[in-house]
């Protein structure tokens, strides 16, 4: 997966915008949209889990299903902490 980059990093390692300022802040909102669902989506799926865990289904299809996409939305957000992108 290769996207267009805004940015590029000069001799110092400053960022240096290459786009409009407008088109990094739309990118910008789009990678916050895309945050704020991966939350989203993690916080839901913990609920859930409980919901099946309470009701003895752990060894259900539907919840390792949904276990697996929580264990991909906390590597996800761990990388982007580890970024210092998400605090």
């Known amino acids: 997966c290769e996207m267009s980059r ?7 390692g400053h960022a240096v915008l290459e786009a409009s300022a407008e088109e990094a802040a739309e990118r910008l909102a789009l990678f916050e949209d ?3 669902a991966v939350t989203a989506e993690y916080d839901a799926l913990g609920t859930e889990l409980d919901r099946l865990r309470a009701a003895g289904k ?9 276990m697996g ?3 991909v939305d906390a590597q996800v957000l761990s990388l982007l902490r580890v970024r210092g992108l998400l605090p």
């Open 6 to 12: 805004l940015t590029h990093r000069d001799a110092s």
């Open 34 to 36: 895309v945050c704020d």
């Open 58 to 66: 752990e060894k259900s299809y539907q919840f390792r299903e949904k």
């Open 69 to 71: 996409r929580k264990l």
